[in-house]
Nanobody, 114 residues
């Protein structure tokens, strides 16, 4: 499975961005797709995921501000990010779980200026 994330950019605090992730290859094996992020000097942290049945889960730090959507069966997901904060600044990475292996994309940079 190959992953391509896009949609990052530079925004002001309080503004919104929408990230996209497109998977290609053996997408029929996908069990869930999700987003992680990694800020400079920090460890990678979970943001949100969506299962192939449409169930979603969020990190406490983004609950109520971010919304994950899309269709794992089509290999396409989105992350709508509202009310962005400077603490949200990071490289956002898309990942996939097939039931036996994780796959990761290269990420897209989100920078939120205060």
């Amino acid at each position: 499975v190959q992953l391509q994330a896009s949609g990052g950019g530079l925004v002001q605090a309080g503004e919104s961005l929408r990230l996209s992730c497109a998977a290609s290859g053996s997408i029929y094996d996908i069990k869930f797709m999700g987003w992680y992020r990694q800020a400079p000097g920090n460890q990678r942290e979970f943001v949100a995921f969506i299962t192939n049945e449409g169930s979603t889960n969020y990190a406490d730090s983004v609950e109520g501000r971010f919304t994950i959507s899309g269709d794992c069966n089509k290999g396409t997901i989105f992350l709508q990010m509202n009310s962005l904060k400077s603490a949200d600044t990071a490289v956002y990475l898309c990942n996939v779980w097939t039931g036996s292996k994780y796959y990761w994309g290269q990420g897209t940079l989100v920078t939120v200026s205060s």
